[in-house]
């Protein structure tokens, strides 16, 4: 076969299988221009997007960049693409900020998100009912293998180990090599800055934000809830324009505090909050390749629904918030702002009778970790007290900022264990579904997207550990009510928490000897937040997740 029609034929090949239910992919393996070339119909069932990819040195389609064509069945589009790996955030970068990812082909031109590989940039696209000439498509795949080389070959040089003058961090900034998120950096310098908290709790918390760009911490008043938020964002936070620490007050019944006003008495003049907070969401709509984070200290001292209405709806619908009418101010103030997705929102949570619960729209969109001490942990404490030095902390980790982002905004994948996650949901809804507190469609989807990132994290996480702390994060949470309404629903969520079904009352909610780290447990954190509320509902008449 001639080299200049080589890949051509092997192209239309790929297009003719790729319409049948045939997913082996061996015949095609071969080499390409020094690059190993993979081909992928789908595993066990086809794929929506098969694809060939061409890989070089270390990258692998789990874990790089590379070219690669990948053919849109839907559409009849086959997209030569600056490829990305999904399921682990590559280590290099192609630096093509300034090209167009397929995502934003995808809805400028058919109006919806593509299947996947949504953040893969664009090359060039070609219609598969009107393919170019073969000399055409050699010389567009020719090209992009060329700079795939050029840019392995500068980051080499670059990172030669011959030559030291360019740290891994500078190398960063060149824009060419990307280091894959860990929290095991953050947890270093916690523990540099005086902070403790357990490696599970740092990876719930990171794995949460990555879910989803809400987050509730509530728990014991002086946990230290806003000290792990004000910690990651000055970590990772490179200016400190990238994050706001704002204590919510009790007077606040609208939305100024947060987004200001338009002032009547001067129509071209728009007042910006003292919060800081405009200025914050201005700022992350301009540098959204990088983290920002907006910090709301006791949340609940006000009604969360006042004067957080904007930010609750444009979550979900994604639209811009409408600050005045167009044409009336122009004082630096854009007439509507949207909320990007990165822009962080952790909101802390106290409860006493000066604070307001939580409506379940609040807390469907978020999720909710809370925060306990035990004794043990007590006991560590007090044996390494020590004074707390934030400043440690300050930009130590702006170098995995991107990779943070990448990971954030990564498309979701069902993970492997999908069913038994399935079958445990399934469980858990029609019980809820008793009380009328059963969960909807988007909850079940984050509830995946957050195994999901606990598992990027922590690959030692086991199955039952990461849906244990799904339950009890984002199922939990919106159970409140009377003795009457909860404790029967207990019982049962109690019972699906152990391999034992015997009587789960007198055994767990009335043993104060009781481990919950038994063998027979199978959601320790979900059966002992249970059994704390079922007692709350006992002794005092009335339960919520969240308590005093």
Known sequence: MKENTRMYNLLLKFLKQAKTDDTTSKQYKTNYLGTEVKVSFGQGNTAKVPWIAFLKGSNKVTAGIYPVYLYYKNVETLVLAYGKSEKYAPELS??????MTIQEYFLNTYSKKPHRYGTSYVFKVYNVKQ???ADIIESDLKQIIQEYNQLLGNINSVMDLDDPIHTPAETLSLGMVLEPFTVAPFTEALEQSGLRYSKELITRFVASLLTKPFLILTGLSGSGKTKLAQA???WICKDKNQYKLVPVGADWTNREPLLGYPNALKPEEYVKPDSGVLDLVIHANEQKEVPHFLILDEMNLSIVERYFADFLSVMESGKDISLFPEGKTNNGVPHTIGIPNNLFIIGTVNIDETTHMFSPKVLDRANTIEFKVSSQEMQEFLNYASEIHMEALTGKGDFLAKSFMTIATKPIESPEELDEIKD??????????????????RSALEIVKLIQHLSTLDNNL??????????????????????RKLCPILEILGGFCITDNGN?????????DFNFNAPQVLYPLSLEKITRMYRGAVENGFASFAEA
């Open 94 to 99: 192609w630096g093509l900020d300034d090209k």
């Open 131 to 133: 393919l170019p000439s």
């Open 232 to 234: 990651f964002a000055q």
């Open 424 to 441: 445990t949901l399934i469980v858990f809804f029609d019980a809820l579904k008793k009380i009328g507190a059963e969960f909807g469609y």
């Open 462 to 483: 086991s199955t039952q550990a990461k849906v244990d702390m799904a339950i009890v994060q984002k199922l939990l949470p919106k159970l409140h009510g009377s003795r």
């Open 504 to 512: 789960v009352v007198k055994e767990v909610f009335e043993n104060t």
